[in-house]
Each structure stands twice: as C-alpha cells, then as structure tokens.
Nanobody, 120 residues
Framework: QVQLVESGGGLVQPGGSLRLSCAVS????????MTWYRQALGNEREFVAE???????NYADSMKGRFTISRDLAENTVYLQMNNLKPEDTAVYYC??????????????WGQGTQVTVSS
C-alpha cells in the first residue's frame, strides 16, 4: 500500500514560517493529485491547498499569498511552504494523495498528520 509520511510541523511564533513535507511511497506519485488539509482541535477538516499531476495549484482563500504548495518528482514529495503564520493556522496538517482510473478504480491515501502550533 501507498504510505504518506508528513513532517516539518512544530511550534512557531506568529509571523514565522514552516515548510511541511509529505513523502509518498511507490511509483504512482507523478499522477496523484496531492492535497493538504488541516484540522484544528474541535473543528472539522478543511481544505488548504492542492497540486495536480499537471502542476496546477489551488488554495483556500485564507491561505492565498501566504502558503505555497509544490512537488518534487525526484523525491516523491509534496511540500507546503507556510509564511506569515497566524494563531488560527494551528492545526494538524494532513497530506492526501488521490487518483482515479477507469480501469484500476480509485486510490485515496492519507498520512498521519503533523502538528503545527502558532503561538507566542
């Protein structure tokens, strides 16, 4: 099975930056749509950013201009660069890999999450 391992979370002061990484096992990484979600304590999961297999990107409105999603094919890794972090960005950040093929069906994988805490 495909495994996703997030890393890079931690404690950062407001206005600071973090870069999250999501390493994806296997050889299907180039065709996945990779998406970052987050879930704050007591809240529902929300969309953060995604990058498709043709490198199109999409962001939640609150993250535009602050967060950047990218992928490195050589490393089988997707990144989330987070700048100007705010306390409301505090959450567990999850990485998702999605793929659908008419013959093989749907693939949908999740990582275990990495904690981001923004506090002074």
């Amino acid at each position: 099975q495909v495994q996703l391992v997030e890393s890079g979370g931690g404690l950062v002061q407001p206005g600071g930056s973090l870069r999250l990484s999501c390493a994806v096992s296997g050889n299907m990484f180039p065709v996945y749509t990779m998406t970052w979600y987050r879930q704050a304590l007591g809240n529902e999961r929300e969309f953060v950013a995604e990058v498709t297999n043709d490198d199109s990107t999409n962001y939640a409105d609150s993250m535009k201009g602050r967060f950047t999603i990218s992928r490195d094919l050589a490393e089988n890794t997707v990144y989330l660069q987070m700048n100007n972090l705010k306390p409301e960005d505090t959450a567990v950040y999850y990485c998702n890999a999605y793929y659908h093929d008419i013959f093989t069906g749907q693939e949908d994988y999740w990582g275990q999450g990495t904690q981001v805490t923004v506090s002074s």
